[in-house]
């Protein structure tokens, strides 16, 4: 199945000048979505990941999705002020102006093995903040793994020293 026939390009969304990769149009599809988590869990199957990190909020559908794949448990990271429990944040820089990231400071034990899932690779702040909060709080990171991957942004350089692999790249 050609996963990138089913990715609708929507011009101008979210702001003028950005083309949005909307994943709606795959994942309606019943035979999208399976293909979709097969390409993502395959690298990881027999790796010993136990838990599986999505960023919100796209990245949870997509996340847990993988964790159920792989046997593994599901942790989220929320933008500010969602999660209920004591969190941790770590900020990051956007074109204009910073945004952060939030987890539960008891979400994950020293040393678990961790994948974060997220669907879009653009210039890897989003993904560089989430992988220093698995950091921080002693996780041991194994990889990170996207739907999409947007080669000429780039995002891999944030992520330096990082396993980092994408199903599709542009
Ligand atoms: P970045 O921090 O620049 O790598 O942006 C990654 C986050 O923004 C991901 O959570 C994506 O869901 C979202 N994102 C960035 N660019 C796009 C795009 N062109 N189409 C869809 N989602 C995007």
């Known amino acids: 199945m050609d996963l990138k026939q089913h990715i609708r390009h929507v011009p101008d969304f979210p702001k003028p000048g950005i083309l949005f990769?909307?994943?709606?149009?795959?994942?309606r599809n019943p035979g999208g979505l399976k293909a979709t988590i097969d390409r993502l869990s395959e690298p990881y199957e027999g790796k010993g990941i136990e838990?599986?990190?999505?960023?919100?909020?796209?990245?949870?559908?997509l996340g847990a999705t993988v964790a159920e794949r792989l046997g593994a448990g599901f942790i989220p990271i929320r933008?500010?002020?969602?999660?209920p429990a004591k969190s941790l944040r770590e900020s990051y820089a956007?074109?204009?102006?910073?945004d952060a990231l939030e987890i539960?400071?008891?979400?994950?034990?020293?040393?678990?093995?961790?994948?974060?899932?997220?669907?879009?690779?653009?210039t890897g702040g989003t993904a560089a903040a989430a992988?220093?909060?698995?950091?921080?709080?002693?996780?041991?990171?194994?990889?990170?793994?996207?739907?999409?991957?947007l080669s000429f942004l780039n995002g891999k350089s944030k992520l330096s020293g990082e396993q980092v692999y994408s199903v599709l790249q542009y």
Do not use: M
């Open 79 to 83: 933008k500010p002020g969602k999660l």
């Open 94 to 98: 956007l074109e204009y102006g910073t």
């Open 51 to 61: 838990a599986v990190i999505g960023i919100e909020s796209r990245g949870f559908i």
């Open 21 to 27: 990769y909307d994943i709606t149009t795959l994942l």
């Open 131 to 149: 992988a220093g909060l698995v950091k921080q709080l002693g996780g041991e990171l194994h990889g990170l793994a996207f739907l999409i991957e």
């Open 104 to 122: 539960h400071e008891d979400a994950i034990q020293r040393g678990q093995r961790i994948l974060i899932v997220d669907d879009v690779l653009a």
